[in-house]
């Protein structure tokens, strides 16, 4: 298995452009998650989905949005680049324990944005 | 309000000595804690995790963390550190507001260095 891999590893963007991220997972994961990473700021959850067809808000969804046609791929949309979106983006997966919660997230190994 | 603190930004160890990484936590009832570890340019990777049971949790790498109810503490140890274990450290709670779907709640990070 590749796990969750994403495109692209770095980009550019300018103010005002517009960029789709790329994730996908091998794992049959029906959970997928959209986390940006800033310095000194842990993980801020953007989007998830607990399954095909089914998106839902976390933390920080402003300015972005997403996805889900297949349980594989679970692309996040730029639509008006901004400074502010400036940072570096992990996808990760989960497969769903139910009530018993606890499962394990598995993390991609990022993309990093740069808005100028 | 749910959250994860980690109230140290580095934590500076010698090869071979003991270490700690700190993680403080508030829920409502029961957590579920996670440890994950991200190597520089890296997406974050899983380490241990508590759910239920024996408060001490063995992980990867020969990581283990101390579940404390009291101190609503989940503090990260190692016997013998490593250089290689130097990373940034996560500590995460488990979102358990109903309809957040095991989303997890991340602290800040702490850096771990391991000098020779």
């Known amino acids: ?116 | 309000a749910q959250s994860v603190a980690q109230p140290e930004d580095q934590v500076n160890v010698a090869e071979g000595n003991p270490l700690t990484v700190k993680c403080t936590y508030s829920v409502s009832g029961n957590p579920y804690l996670f440890w994950y570890v991200q190597y520089p340019n890296r997406g974050l990777q899983f380490l241990l995790k508590y759910i239920t049971g024996d408060n001490l949790v063995k992980g990867s790498y020969g990581f283990e963390a101390e579940f404390n109810k009291s101190q609503t503490s989940f503090h990260l140890k190692k016997p013998s550190a490593l250089v290689s274990d130097s990373a940034l450290y996560f500590c995460a709670v488990r979102d358990m507001k109903g309809g957040s779907q095991g989303n997890l709640i991340f602290g800040k990070g702490t850096k771990l260095s391991v000098k020779p």
């Open chain 1, 1 to 116: 298995n590749a796990g969750v891999t994403q495109t692209p590893k770095f980009r550019i963007l300018k103010i005002g452009q517009s960029m789709t991220l790329q994730c996908t997972q091998d794992m049959n994961h029906n959970y997928m998650y959209w986390y940006r990473q800033d310095p000194g700021m842990g993980l801020k959850l953007i989007y998830y989905s607990v399954g095909a067809g089914i998106t839902d808000k976390g933390e920080v969804p402003n300015g972005y949005n997403v996805s889900r046609s297949t349980t594989e791929d679970f692309p996040l949309r730029l639509e008006l680049a901004a400074p502010s979106q400036t940072s570096v983006y992990f996808c990760a997966s989960s497969y769903p324990k139910g009530l018993a919660g606890g499962e394990t997230q598995y993390f991609g190994p990022g993309t990093r944005l740069l808005v100028l």
